[in-house]
């Protein structure tokens, strides 16, 4: 089946737990805002305008407009999507998580296969930031 090639299978360990998003590995193919470490930390997603839920359901809108995108998962303080490269079909999972305590979005992205993303999951993290700016 073309563009599912290099699907991999739907993490089970992913989601909040002790209001913390799944650590990154080791690899440099994943971005997280929860990362201790430079080489996988990036910034949560701040609107100071659009907080907690109202924040999660206006990601899942821009989200919805994105080509090879599917939201699996959306709760009232976390999304969870599949983004899908056109070429091989390699999935990669998006998390966004509401923190009370923090008052910020916490942001998860990480390719399910292979070492090296070449960038993309902190481009598409970024791409998000810049699409709720946009706004």
């Known amino acids: 089946m073309p563009g599912r090639l290099f699907a991999g ?3 089970t360990d992913i989601g909040v737990r002790q209001d913390r998003l799944k650590a990154c590995p080791k690899t440099p193919n994943c971005v997280c805002s929860q990362a201790d470490d430079d080489k ?19 990601i ?8 090879r995108t599917e939201i ?12 899908r490269s056109k070429m091989m ?8 998580f509401w923190s ?10 990480a390719s399910r296969l292979g070492k090296s993303d070449f960038g993309k999951n902190q481009k598409r993290v970024e ?7 946009a706004d």
């Open 9 to 11: 299978k739907r993490p």
């Open 40 to 58: 996988h930390h990036i910034a949560p997603l701040v609107l100071p305008s659009v907080q907690g839920a109202a924040l999660i359901e206006r």
């Open 60 to 67: 899942a809108e821009i989200l919805s407009s994105w080509e």
């Open 72 to 83: 699996v998962v959306c709760h009232e303080n976390y999304l969870y999507a599949e983004c």
């Open 89 to 96: 079909g390699f999935v990669d999972d998006l998390e966004c």
């Open 100 to 109: 009370e305590k923090d008052q910020v979005c916490h942001v998860r992205s």
């Open 127 to 133: 791409q998000l930031r810049s699409d709720l700016k």
